[in-house]
């Protein structure tokens, strides 16, 4: 099992910045892959961010390839999304997920998810 929990989301106004921590416990050894998804009211959950700690490669989604960065931390047991240039359609609860059995990258589905932290960006 993984547990994951996401955290440093609030609200902000367009162009400011904040940065989210996804903190993981349990079998984080096994984890292939932690990526970073968002879903806004009405809306379907969309995938924003991913990293795989084989390699240390990312993937972005093309709206926000250049203001968003992943990272993760040496120990393997948290995630961060920094994110930069925030405009009002990045508003939406972010969600921190885990994978353990992708052999791909980035991975299709996640095994594991958080709770969400909700981002709000105001104009």
């Known amino acids: 099992q993984v547990q994951l929990v996401e955290s440093g989301g609030g609200l902000v106004q367009a162009g400011g910045s904040l940065r989210l921590s996804c903190a993981a416990s349990g079998r984080t050894f096994s984890v292939y892959a932690m990526g970073w998804f968002r879903q806004a009211p009405g809306k379907e959950r969309e995938f924003v961010a991913a990293f795989s700690y084989s390699g240390g490669n990312t993937a972005y989604a093309d709206s926000v390839k250049g203001r968003f960065t992943i990272s993760r931390d040496n120990a393997k047991n948290a995630v961060f999304l920094q994110m930069n240039s925030l405009k009002p359609e990045d508003t939406a609860v972010y969600y921190c997920?885990?994978?353990?059995?992708?052999?791909?990258?980035?991975?299709?589905?996640?095994?594991?998810w958080g709770q969400g932290t909700q981002v709000t960006v105001s104009s």
């Open positions: 997920a885990a994978d353990i059995s992708a052999v791909v990258f980035p991975p299709g589905g996640y095994d594991y």
